[in-house]
């Protein structure tokens, strides 16, 4: 049964630092997501993408972060500037409908 | 924004016990959705509902979409071990289709007493 695949499953940086979280959505899907995870507390939608713009963001989603489709099959999230209330779990979904889930990375910044 | 609240916060059972939680939203969704996470993973997608009054069972679980269209309830029957975990109710409105945001509610941890 086809995935979202996510990497890295952990990344720990300095504050500060760049960060890039990559996903491999399902193949057939056309909307991309991003959503974090702080330790304890609920999802919370980052922002959503298709026909390679952004579709929808939410007001997490500042002038710190960016989202692109660099080929056809990967979509990543890049934070220029990572501090430490960016530590969370992220996770990349798919879908043509229904939102399916990766993994999730887990970003430690120290 | 939207807001989801989700009930009860916890949950302690005995294996064989039937389960209810349920979320109310502030405003009508379009779509719930019912996600089950682990510790340490993504959440996993248990039940899609599209449509209000809508009845859906998936083994045994059941949901229901509400027809207010601001409500959703889960429900898992005769509970087992591996249905320990936290659950998570999720919506968006989007009558037009494409790339919208879910918003989730606080989840319902799931313990099991054996």
């Known amino acids: 049964e086809p995935e979202v695949t996510q990497t890295p499953s952990h990344q720990v940086t300095q504050m500060g630092q760049e960060v890039i979280l990559r996903c491999v959505p399902i193949?057939?899907?056309?909307?991309f997501y991003w959503y974090r995870q702080i330790l304890g507390q609920k999802v919370e939608f980052l922002v959503s993408f298709y026909n390679n713009e952004i579709s929808e963001k939410s007001e997490i989603f500042d002038d710190q972060f960016s989202v692109e489709r660099p080929d056809g099959s990967n979509f990543t999230l890049k934070i220029r500037s990572t501090k430490l209330e960016d530590s969370a779990m992220y996770f990349c979904?798919?879908?043509?409908?229904?939102?399916?889930f990766g993994p999730g990375t887990r970003l430690t910044v120290l | 924004g939207q807001q989801l609240n989700q009930s009860p916060q916890s949950m302690f059972i005995q294996e064989g016990e039937d389960v209810s939680m349920n979320c109310t939203s502030s405003?009508?969704?379009?779509?719930w959705l019912w996600y089950k996470q682990d510790p340490g993973e993504g959440p996993v997608l248990l039940i899609a509902?599209?449509?209000?009054?809508e009845l859906t069972s998936n083994g045994r679980l059941t949901a229901q979409f509400g027809i207010t269209r601001k409500d959703s309830f889960l429900n898992i029957s005769a509970s087992i071990p591996s249905d320990v975990g936290i659950y998570f109710c999720a919506g968006h409105y989007n009558p037009g289709g494409g790339a919208d945001g879910l918003t989730f509610g606080k989840g319902t941890h799931l313990i099991i007493q054996p």
């Open positions: 193949s057939n899907h056309l909307y």
């Open positions: 405003s009508i969704f379009n779509t």
């Open positions: 979904a798919s879908s043509t409908d229904t939102q399916y």
């Open positions: 509902l599209y449509k209000a009054g």
